[in-house]
Nanobody
Framework: QVQLAESGGGSVQAGGSLRLSCAAS????????MGWFRQAPGKDREGVAA????????TYADSVRGRFTISRDTAKNIVFLQMNSLKPEDTAMYYC???????????????????WGQGTQVTVSS
């Protein structure tokens, strides 16, 4: 079972930036696409961004489009989430996930992902 390990979370003031990393324990080419999700206390886990491993096509949630950028380094088996102009409402546990198949139109739906990391906390203060 390939493992995913997130890092890069932390505390930042509103307007600041963070870059999250998701390191896979094996080649990311075994996956069709990979994504970032977040879950705030008392809320459902929501899709933030996703990227196709081959080709790099991306998709974003409306709430982060223009502020967040997902990218991947296939040579190092790492997926990144660059988060700029952070807002207090971005505060959540952020999870990396990987999908071996399924329709790309479902790339922001948690049900599409069988493989998950443990998460990294992001806290944005006003």
């Amino acid at each position: 079972q390939v493992q995913l390990a997130e890092s890069g979370g932390g505390s930042v003031q509103a307007g600041g930036s963070l870059r999250l990393s998701c390191a896979a324990s094996a080649s990311v080419y075994r996956y069709y696409y990979m994504g970032w999700f977040r879950q705030a206390p008392g809320k459902d886990r929501e899709g933030v961004a996703a990227i196709q491993v081959i080709g790099g096509t991306t998709t974003y949630a409306d709430s982060v489009r223009g502020r967040f950028t997902i990218s991947r380094d296939t040579a190092k088996n790492i997926v990144f989430l660059q988060m700029n102009s952070l807002k207090p409402e971005d505060t959540a546990m952020y999870y990396c996930a990987a999908a071996t198949g399924g329709a790309w139109v479902r790339a922001l739906e948690k049900i599409a992902y069988p493989v998950w990391g443990q998460g990294t906390q992001v806290t944005v203060s006003s």
